[in-house]
Structures are given as C-alpha cells and as structure tokens.
C-alpha cells in the first residue's frame, strides 16, 4: 500500500513514505497510516499510532468530503514527531464550524485535528489546491 522514497519536504533525518495511489476512502488512510508506522524503530507510542491513524482519516475524510478528494497522502518521523500530510485540490481553508449532535452533517473533524496534532499547517497552493500537514509527538 505504501512505497517508501525521498521527499524534499522531509528532512534527511526522517522517515518518508507515500500512499501509493491516493486514498480514494477513509479506510485507505487509515490502513497506509498503520502500515508506515508498523515499520519504524523505535516503534511509537500506542497513543501516537492510533492519534496518526485517526488524524489521517479525518484528514482524508475531509478531503473527500468537501476538497474534491486526495491528490498525495504521505507521511513522516523523526525521533520527536510523526507526521501526515495530505493535499487536496481545493484552495478552500478548512473551517471549523458547530458540530451537529445528530450526526448528520459532521463537523467533529477538524476541531478534533487541531486538538490531536501538536501542529497543523495550511499550504495554499493558489487555485490548485493546498496541502495540509499534521504534527504529533511520537
């Protein structure tokens, strides 16, 4: 599901892998997540690895949802951090807006996002979309 290569948005002290082709659904990200960080050493935390499987598939799923679905998923470690990036082809900015309590209309994902990830940025790349990258402590 995963190949590894070399990315220059990742240092050379990280780990870099690439979900081969992009997620078409949720269960996609969440599998290449779980398959990335089952091959590192040291293994992370468990609280790491399900907080990156979970911030993938919200991720995911707010690009299919609402950018027009996922153009690259990768993801990174050092010895501090582990990271998910996805890029979409929307250059809309993810909005945080009031959850709906019937669960028809969401609304917990990117709230939960900002809480989980130590970092999250917002890359703009004009109108040819953007990309968004997480950061969580390993």
Known sequence: ????????????????SQAAPPPLRASDAREAAADFVAGLNPAPS???????????????????????GVTALSFGADQRALHVRV???????????APDLTGRT????WPMVLRLASNVTV????????????TLTR
């Open 1 to 16: 599901m995963t190949k590894q290569c070399a990315a220059p948005d990742f240092s050379a002290e990280e780990v870099f």
């Open 46 to 68: 468990a609280r790491a690895v399900q907080n990156l499987v979970l911030l993938s598939s919200e991720l995911v799923t707010n690009a299919i949802r609402y950018a027009g």
């Open 87 to 97: 890029v979409d082809p929307s250059p809309t900015q993810p909005q945080c807006r």
């Open 106 to 109: 969401g609304g917990f994902g």
């Open 123 to 134: 890359h703009r790349h004009g109108s040819r979309g953007k990309t968004i990258l997480a």
